[in-house]
């Protein structure tokens, strides 16, 4: 599986962006995407993914900013931003899960494979 992250870029405070995930490859093995980042300094961390089945999860620090979905199964998987704030500059990656489980998870390393990353600044 191979995954393409896109859609990054420098927005203000309480602006919008929408992050896009193309996945190609043994897509039928997938059975969830998600969303992590990753700060300069810090670790990477969970922001938001959604299951074959429909079902997501989102981070308590995102949650009703952030809202996360999908078209094609899950070949291309959509994290849509708004409320931007400064602490959410990071390198944004997706990621793919080939374990199917009962709800999605939230683990970096119940993921199997990563796309490149992109990057999201917000200005203050």
């Known amino acids: 599986v191979q995954l393409q992250a896109s859609g990054g870029g420098l927005v203000q405070a309480g602006g919008s962006l929408r992050l896009s995930c193309a996945a190609s490859g043994r897509t039928s093995t997938m059975y969830a995407v998600g969303w992590f980042r990753q700060a300069p300094g810090k670790e990477r961390e969970f922001v938001a993914a959604?299951?074959?089945?429909?079902?997501?999860s989102y981070a308590d620090s995102v949650k009703g900013r952030f809202t996360i979905s999908r078209e094609n199964a899950l070949t291309r998987v959509y994290l849509q931003m708004n409320s931007l704030k400064p602490e959410d500059t990071a390198v944004y990656y997706c990621a793919s899960d080939q374990t199917r489980r009962p709800r999605v998870s939230t683990a970096v390393n119940g993921y199997d494979y990563w796309g490149q990353g992109t990057l999201v600044t917000v200005s203050s």
């Open positions: 959604i299951g074959w089945t429909g079902g997501w």
